[in-house]
């Protein structure tokens, strides 16, 4: 069912046109002048536009170019006159679609307006078709970049991390990152992936914490036209995405009972069905997987298959917390300086003594991404070139919630009853920011308290559970 707009001044030509359309289920919009037509288009749009061309003022001509200069995607049916030729191939030349000459029959006319309207259809799916292309090629594009400089550290834990990394990544095997949430784990494996043979290929991530079974599902492994509600075109999967690269499966260890199933079928077999198919689908890809889960509770917890584990931990490699390796904060707050300084138009330009002998008496639950956050709120709010530990937030203590921005209360509930006054910093500050910070201890603090389930998590927030994953991906936290 399309749109169509008839412009015509003779009131039976009009009106029977309309009535041939409406009986096709068509919606109909009439006008009896060309000027009357423009201004129809311009408030209620069309798909098509049938249009005489001979009219008293605005012509049809005069109707094409006013169509083509207003709405160019509309497509325009000039009708002509016995004699009219003529203009009709001028018509053609200025932009019409097709033409019809007086007397026609409603079967030749219906034949037109069908053409006409299935043509379109055909081209704004190619277009829609084109744009997700390109999407995904963006996409792909900025997923394959190496991110080698990302990993900071001169201790000897991450020494060693380092040297399984360049030994891991000439291989083909699969990786199993072990690591508590913010130590780093995407980031080796993007060094790994860049350090592969199979560099030149995509580096996909998928965090399978984020998503729901069958969501999944259908991420991982593509789906077909049709498979469920919604499904309204062929998608391929991360897997097919990934083919003759690296996939990143992040958060392995929270998948389904029959999502492991799949994928273990994958890794055997190197192919797979997508979603409501039947063709099998050869993969080349070499996987990652990443988890907060330490191994030996991995493969004792009730739901993990122990099969699927050991397809999967065939290298493991173990990236140590930040408090395990302090000596590494200095050089961490430095890099994050740099790399923060343009983002939050920041005025330091380098961190004083006193602001690292802070950072470094924190035990860091939050490891390397909370630095990076609490670095990050530090240089919204200091007006002073250098760092100092008065402008660093609080840190609160280990195995307590994390102290909010300014002292404020440190549950939502709390905050919403306080009615004492914030300081505002003399400098002014970024609120976004600011609000933003807050809001992603209270995520991290309920998390904690939680134990890190996250519909607990949920409910002490008073957020429902898909906002709730929502504000967990946008801040990269793990639970």
Avoid at 206 to 222: Q, R
Wanted: aromatic share 4%.
């Amino acid at each position: 069912m399309a749109q169509v707009l008839i412009i015509d001044d003779h009131d039976s030509m009009r009106e029977g046109l309309e009535l041939l359309l409406r009986r096709r289920g068509h919606r109909v919009l009439a006008a009896g002048g060309g000027q009357e037509g423009l201004d129809l288009l311009a408030d209620e749009g069309a798909d098509l536009v049938i249009t005489d061309l001979k009219m008293a003022k605005v012509d049809g001509i005069q109707v094409l170019e006013g169509v083509k200069s207003s709405s160019p995607e509309t497509e325009v049916l000039v009708i002509t006159a016995y004699g009219t030729i003529e203009k009709a191939v001028e018509a053609m030349k200025l932009g019409a679609a097709d033409f019809l000459s007086k007397p026609f029959s409603s079967e030749e006319f219906a034949v037109k307006v069908d053409r006409l309207l299935q043509e379109r259809a055909a081209r704004k799916e190619l277009e829609k078709e084109n744009m997700r292309l390109r999407v995904e090629n963006a996409y792909l594009k900025q997923e394959v970049e190496p991110r080698y400089g990302e990993i900071v550290g001169d201790s000897e834990a991450m020494q060693q991390v380092f040297r399984w990394v360049e030994r891991v990544a000439a291989s083909q095997s699969t990786v199993m990152i072990y690591g508590e949430s913010g130590t780093g784990k995407e980031l080796v494996a993007r060094a790994i992936h860049a350090g592969s043979p199979r560099r030149d290929g995509p580096f996909i991530r998928v965090n399978c914490g984020a998503l729901t079974d069958s969501l999944l599902d259908s991420e991982l492994f593509g789906h077909e036209k049709g498979a469920f509600t919604g499904a309204e075109k062929r998608r391929r999967g991360r897997f097919e995405l990934a083919h003759g690269g690296t996939l990143f499966l992040d958060e392995i260890a929270t998948i389904s009972p029959a999502t492991q199933v799949r994928l273990l079928r994958v890794l055997q077999e190197r192919e797979l069905e997508r979603v409501g198919g039947e063709e099998t689908i050869p993969v080349d890809v070499r996987i990652i997987a990443a988890t907060n889960t330490p191994a030996d509770e991995l493969v004792g917890e009730e739901g993990f298959r122990e099969d699927l584990f050991y397809r999967l931990h065939v290298v493991p490699l173990l990236l140590p917390p930040l408090r395990d390796r302090r000596g590494d904060i200095p050089l961490l707050a430095r890099h994050f300086l740099d790399k923060l300084r343009t983002r939050t138009n920041a005025v330091v330009t380098e961190i004083g003594e006193d602001a690292l002998r802070h950072l470094q008496h924190h035990d860091w639950p939050g490891n390397v991404r909370e630095l990076e956050n609490v670095l990050e709120r530090a240089l919204v709010l200091a007006d002073d070139e250098v760092l100092r530990a008065d402008d660093l937030p609080p840190l609160g203590v280990p195995g307590a919630a994390a102290a909010p921005l300014n002292g404020a209360p440190s549950s939502a509930n709390g905050a919403a009853r306080s009615a004492g006054p914030v300081d505002l910093p003399e400098g002014g500050l970024d609120l976004t920011r600011a609000v933003e910070g807050m809001e992603e201890q209270l995520l991290r603090s309920a998390l904690e308290r939680a134990d890190g389930v996250k519909a607990e998590a949920a409910r002490l927030l008073g957020l429902k559970a898909s906002a709730l994953y929502y504000k967990l991906e946008k801040y990269g936290i793990e639970s």
